[in-house]
C-alpha cells in the first residue's frame, strides 16, 4: 500500500482501518454444502471470465460503469464466508483487503465516507479483493427524507459514496453479513452474485470436526467417533474449532506425562457442551428468569443475584417514598401551626 493510502488508513496509534492479507487458507480448508460450493465456483468463474466477456467480447463499451464484480455473502456466523473470501483470492493470485468497519468509522462527520473511498483506492492500486465483513453495518437501510438527526445523515451519505464506488470500480468486493436483510434495497442490482451460507448438515459436519484435526501429529483416544460428534450436535464449521480447542486445551492441561496425553471422546462432548452453552448465554437476557437454565450453577448465581438487586430496589423506593410521605406530613403540620 503507498504509505498515502496507509496513513489514511492507519487510525488511532496501530489500529488500522484496512488490513493487507497474503491469502493463506483454500478451499481445502473449508467444508461447504454442495449448494454453496457450486454458486461459489460460478462466481469465481465470473471473475476469471470477466476480461473476455468485457474486452474481447465488447460488453465494456456497452456498459461503461458498473463493471466490478461485487458479491454477496449471506449466512448465519461460523459457516465460512470470511475463509471463502480468503480462497477465492488466493485462487485469483490476488492480496485480501480486509475492511474493518468499527475502525473505518470516524467520530468526525465526513471522514467515514471518505475512509471508503480510501479503501476503494487502495484496492485498486494492490489490484486486491476488497472484503467488507459485517457489511450490513456500512450498507444498512437509509432513512427516509432528507432531514434526520446528524448521524443519520451520514449513515445515508455513506452508503450512497458506497454505491457510487460500486459503480465505478473495476475490481472484486466481497460483502460478507449475518443479516442481509438489513441491506439497502439499492444493493441488490449491484451485487452481481449472492452466495448463501448454511448452517452444514451431518455429513459436512463429520468432515469440519475430521479437517480440523492434524492427521500425524494430534493424539486421538480410540474412542473418539467424530460421526456421532456430527449427529449429535448441530454446531457450525466455527463452534467446531472452537470445541476443538477447547478439548485439546482440556487433554492437555490433565495430569500425567505428555507422551501419554490424547483427546478423548469426552473431552469434544464437554468442550461442544461449553461453546453452545456459551452461544446460549450470548442470546439471552441476565434478566429474562425463563431463560436462567435451572441447572447451571452459574445461571443460578445470577439469577440470584438479580432478585437480590430487584429486592434492594424495592426496599429503597420504600424507604425514600415513607420519607416523602412524613416530609410531606410534617410541613402540613408545620403549616398549620
Given at each position: 500500500m503507498a504509505p498515502s493510502l496507509l496513513s489514511i488508513l492507519t487510525g488511532r496509534g496501530s489500529r488500522r482501518s484496512v488490513e493487507t492479507v497474503v491469502p493463506q487458507r483454500t478451499f481445502a480448508d473449508v467444508v461447504l454444502p454442495p449448494a454453496t460450493r457450486r454458486t461459489l465456483d460460478e462466481a469465481l468463474a465470473q471473475v476469471r471470465n470477466h476480461t473476455l466477456i468485457f474486452r474481447r467480447w465488447g460488453l465494456g463499451e456497452r456498459h461503461a460503469s458498473g463493471l466490478g464484480l461485487a458479491f454477496n455473502f449471506a449466512g448465519p456466523p461460523g459457516t465460512g464466508k470470511t475463509i471463502c473470501a480468503e480462497a477465492i483470492a488466493h485462487a485469483l493470485g490476488m492480496k485480501l483487503l480486509v475492511v474493518d468497519y468499527a475502525e473505518i468509522e470516524s467520530m468526525w462527520v465526513g471522514e467515514t465516507p471518505k475512509n471508503i473511498v480510501t479503501a476503494f483506492e487502495a484496492a485498486a492500486e494492490q489490484n486486491a479483493v476488497l472484503f467488507f465483513d459485517e457489511a450490513d453495518a456500512i450498507a444498512a437501510r437509509r432513512s427516509a427524507g432528507g432531514g434526520?438527526?446528524?448521524?443519520?445523515?451520514?449513515?445515508?451519505?455513506?452508503?450512497?459514496?458506497?454505491?457510487?464506488e460500486l459503480?465505478?470500480?473495476?475490481?472484486?468486493?466481497?460483502?460478507?453479513?449475518?443479516?442481509?436483510?438489513?441491506?439497502?434495497?439499492?444493493?441488490?442490482?449491484?451485487?452481481?452474485?449472492?452466495?448463501?451460507f448454511e448452517m452444514p448438515g451431518a455429513e459436512e459436519r463429520e468432515r469440519i470436526w475430521q479437517v480440523q484435526i492434524h492427521p500425524r501429529k494430534t493424539p486421538l483416544a480410540?474412542?473418539?467417533?467424530?460421526?456421532?460428534?456430527?449427529?449429535?450436535?448441530?454446531?457450525?464449521?466455527?463452534?467446531?474449532?472452537?470445541?476443538?480447542?477447547?478439548?485439546?486445551?482440556?487433554?492437555?492441561?490433565?495430569?500425567?506425562?505428555?507422551?501419554?496425553?490424547?483427546?478423548?471422546?469426552r473431552?469434544?462432548?464437554?468442550?461442544?457442551?461449553?461453546?453452545?452453552?456459551?452461544?446460549?448465554?450470548?442470546?439471552?437476557?441476565?434478566?429474562?428468569?425463563?431463560?436462567?437454565?435451572?441447572?447451571?450453577?452459574?445461571?443460578?448465581?445470577?439469577?440470584?443475584?438479580?432478585?437480590?438487586?430487584?429486592?434492594?430496589?424495592?426496599?429503597?423506593?420504600?424507604?425514600?417514598?415513607?420519607?416523602?410521605?412524613?416530609?410531606?406530613?410534617?410541613?402540613?403540620?408545620?403549616?398549620?401551626?
Open positions: 434526520g438527526l446528524p448521524h443519520q445523515r451520514e449513515a445515508n451519505l455513506v452508503v450512497n459514496v458506497l454505491l457510487r459503480e465505478t470500480f473495476n475490481g472484486v468486493v466481497i460483502f460478507a453479513t449475518n443479516l442481509a436483510a438489513n441491506f439497502d434495497p439499492a444493493f441488490e442490482r449491484r451485487i452481481r452474485s449472492h452466495v448463501r480410540k474412542d473418539v467417533n467424530f460421526r456421532q460428534l456430527a449427529e449429535r450436535y448441530a454446531a457450525s464449521g466455527g463452534d467446531i474449532k472452537n470445541a476443538v480447542l477447547k478439548a485439546a486445551a482440556a487433554a492437555a492441561a490433565e495430569a500425567g506425562h505428555d507422551g501419554g496425553k490424547a483427546i478423548h471422546q473431552h469434544f462432548e464437554r468442550a461442544m457442551d461449553d461453546v453452545l452453552a456459551g452461544k446460549a448465554v450470548m442470546q439471552q437476557s441476565l434478566f429474562d428468569d425463563d431463560a436462567l437454565p435451572t441447572a447451571d450453577p452459574i445461571s443460578r448465581a445470577l439469577a440470584a443475584a438479580e432478585q437480590r438487586w430487584r429486592g434492594a430496589m424495592i426496599a429503597a423506593w420504600a424507604v425514600a417514598g415513607a420519607a416523602l410521605v412524613i416530609a410531606v406530613a410534617a410541613m402540613a403540620i408545620a403549616l398549620v401551626r
